[in-house]
């Protein structure tokens, strides 16, 4: 992930500040065994609809496949 403002300016009130946050407790704090499917899971909870930062997914071709 790269953002494109200075994470030095961002005051912790800010939206990269909560999406930093929301990473952190998704990707971190839950240990949860393969946090990317559990990511994929939360973006269809009523948890994602309430939260200050929604999350969506999108279904691509896995980058472990080749052509």
Known sequence: MQFLVDRARA????????VIKEI???F???????PWKYAQYHC??????????HWS???????AETS
Do not use: C, I, Q, W
């Not at 005051?11 to 909560?18: E, Y």
């Not at 269809?44 to 930062?53: K, L």
């Not at 997914?57 to 980058?63: L, V």
């Open 28 to 34: 971190m704090e839950l240990g949860e065994p393969d």
């Open 11 to 18: 005051d912790r009130h800010s939206v990269v500040a909560k």
């Open 44 to 53: 269809g909870t009523a948890s994602n609809a309430y939260s200050d930062v």
């Open 57 to 63: 997914f999108s279904a691509g071709r896995d980058p």
């Open 24 to 26: 952190e407790f998704y």
